[in-house]
């Protein structure tokens, strides 16, 4: 098993820069890919980007594509997602995940574990 715990979330205005980290505890961080994805008020929780284990493969949703980075320190049990050139529609909780199979992934279902959030908001 895995735990995850989120952090760096806050209060932001539009253009500015955020970078959440979201610490892992556990077995084997380096046999997990990961994934970052958020949940805006009363909306359906949506995929953000995800990263492999050895961290060479990543993967983007198209509204954060160019504006986000994610990765991972695996020796520190870290995935990291710096977000920069934010928006206000950015303004949602995002949650960190743990896939304990092969290979990245978009849905929500693949992931087995996951952290409790944090919350990040942009001022327009």
């Known amino acids: 098993q895995v735990q995850l715990v989120e952090s760096g979330g806050g209060l932001v205005q539009a253009g500015g820069s955020l970078r959440l980290s979201c610490a892992a505890s556990g077995r084997s961080f380096s046999s997990y890919a990961m994934g970052w994805f958020r949940q805006a008020s009363g909306k359906e929780r949506e995929f953000v980007a995800t990263i492999s284990r050895s961290g060479g493969t990543t993967n983007y949703a198209d509204s954060v594509k160019g504006r986000f980075t994610i990765s991972r320190d695996n020796a520190g049990n870290t995935v990291y997602l710096q977000m920069n050139s934010l928006k206000p529609e950015d303004s949602a909780v995002y949650y960190c995940?743990?896939?304990?199979?092969?290979?990245?992934?978009?849905?929500?279902?693949?992931?087995?574990?996951w952290g409790q959030g944090t919350q990040v908001t942009v001022s327009s």
């Open positions: 995940a743990a896939k304990n199979r092969y290979g990245t992934s978009r849905y929500l279902d693949d992931y087995n574990y």
